[in-house]
């Protein structure tokens, strides 16, 4: 069985930080495409930023020069480094993983994600 899990949300004031942290585990062969996503409630989940495993990386235009992205393949985990947040940063985040598994090839995996808020 795989599982991803999310870490690190929480409540800030605009302007602070929060550290993202995201983990793969369980059965697997290895992990390919990572990504971070949110949503606001009613809306649908876009994609913040993501990292292949050869560290190719994409930061979408909203969050570019605030937000950054990192993975350590050896351990499974991506962290998504959130700087100078905005209210309108305020979502749900998910980790998203395109995991190997034995006996099947790639699948698609969320995490249940973890609430930013930031208040102005």
């Known amino acids: 069985q795989v599982q991803v899990v999310e870490s690190g949300g929480g409540a800030v004031e605009s302007g602070e930080s929060l550290t993202l942290s995201c983990v793969a585990f369980?059965?697997?062969?290895?992990?390919?495409?990572m990504g971070w996503y949110r949503q606001i409630e009613g809306n649908h989940r876009e994609l913040v930023a993501s990292?292949?495993?050869?560290?190719?990386?994409l930061i979408t235009d909203s969050v570019k020069g605030r937000f950054a992205i990192s993975r350590d393949n050896t351990k499974n985990t991506m962290v998504l480094q959130m700087n100078a947040l905005k209210p309108e940063d305020t979502a749900m985040y998910f980790c998203?993983?395109?995991?190997?598994?034995?006996?099947?090839?790639?699948?698609?995996?969320w995490g249940q994600g973890t609430q930013v808020t930031v208040l102005s």
């Open positions: 998203n993983a395109q995991i190997e598994v034995p006996n099947y090839g790639e699948r698609s995996y």
């Open positions: 369980g059965n697997i062969v290895g992990v390919n495409f």
């Open positions: 990292i292949t495993s050869d560290g190719h990386f």
